[in-house]
Nanobody, 123 residues
């Protein structure tokens, strides 16, 4: 299984970015796809997740109402649309996949991880 995250960059506060996570290597219909982030000196934290089959979505309170997760089954890709970005959203963002029927916010619950993509939000 390979996960390729992309779309990070530098943006001003209030701006938007869209992250993509392209998945390959198997069928992901029974997977949960998640996004985590890790800021310097901090632990990795849950951002959002989506169940691949039903498309049920989950968000951390800190991003609820600003971030939107979605998926394109045909492309085996999920997206994290990030709007109204704040400087505290600055972090390396990781996509991950879990072989579980219900989304989890715990990093160790995920079996596969992509390389991170850096998001920097300037004030």
């Amino acid at each position: 299984v390979q996960l390729q995250a992309s779309g990070g960059g530098l943006v001003q506060a209030g701006g938007s970015l869209r992250l993509s996570c392209a998945a390959s290597g198997r069928t992901f219909s029974s997977y949960v796809m998640g996004w985590f982030r890790q800021a310097p000196g901090k632990e990795r934290e849950f951002v959002s997740a989506i169940t691949w089959s039903a498309g049920s979505t989950y968000y951390a309170d800190s991003v609820k109402g600003r971030f939107t997760i979605s998926r394109d089954n045909a492309k085996s890709t999920n997206y994290l649309q990030m709007d109204s970005l704040k400087p505290e959203d600055t972090a390396v963002y990781y996509c991950a996949a879990a072989r579980v029927p219900v989304a989890t916010a715990v990093p160790k619950g995920y079996n596969y991880w992509g390389r991170g993509t850096l998001v920097t939000v300037s004030s």
